[in-house]
């Protein structure tokens, strides 16, 4: 007998459980887990899409290096949200990566259109990557104690996004004077 699911309209109340479902054994994430990890999926599908849409249109002086430095930036976030996603599907959690979830639970902030001068795209970008780490942070301790394995795939994804907003806030920022 085929397997059937059931889709649901847009806005749904989200996937339904197929017969074959969780079928696999071992540790099955509680719903406190499943939620954490989903917070930082989605801030991390919206850091990827709010990348991308910097990346089109960023305009100015170091156009060149700037739009490949965000290049950078979505080709980690897009991984960083697939391995994220795949974690939630081995603890038997089920990703929301669905553009209306994104958008209606990203903590990010909406990202302006048009073009945009790059010094003020490194400002924009810079408060995206801190505040996608915030996200990450505040879920930490949480997923640590339920799942150490989780956790430290957050560790990978907040030293990297660390490290860009380090790497890309120094593009407007003026040399500290040293104390004498």
């Known amino acids: 007998m085929a397997e059937t699911t059931k ?4 806005g749904g109340t989200g996937a339904k459980e197929t017969r074959r479902q969780n079928a696999e054994r071992g540790f099955t994430a509680s719903k406190n887990l499943a939620d954490n990890l989903q917070k930082v999926l989605v801030d991390l599908l919206e850091l990827q899409m709010q990348g991308k849409q910097a990346h089109w249109n960023v305009v100015g002086t170091n156009f060149r290096d700037t739009h490949r430095q965000l290049d950078d930036i979505i080709d980690s976030t897009r ?3 697939d391995t994220v996603a795949e974690r939630m599907r081995a603890l038997h959690a089920v990703p929301d990566g669905r553009s209306d979830t994104v958008a209606e639970t990203t903590t990010l902030s909406e990202y302006p259109q048009g073009e945009i001068d790059t010094s003020e795209t490194v400002d924009l970008i810079t408060d995206r990557l801190e505040a996608t780490v915030g996200t990450i942070r505040d879920v930490h301790d949480a997923v640590d104690e339920e799942d150490p394995t989780s ?5 990978a994804v907040i030293e990297q996004l660390e490290q860009y ?8 920022r003026t040399p500290a004077r040293a104390k004498s």
């Open 7 to 10: 889709r649901n309209a847009r």
């Open 79 to 81: 991984e960083f949200s």
């Open 151 to 155: 956790a430290d795939i957050l560790h």
């Open 165 to 172: 907003a380090w790497m890309v806030s120094a593009e407007n």
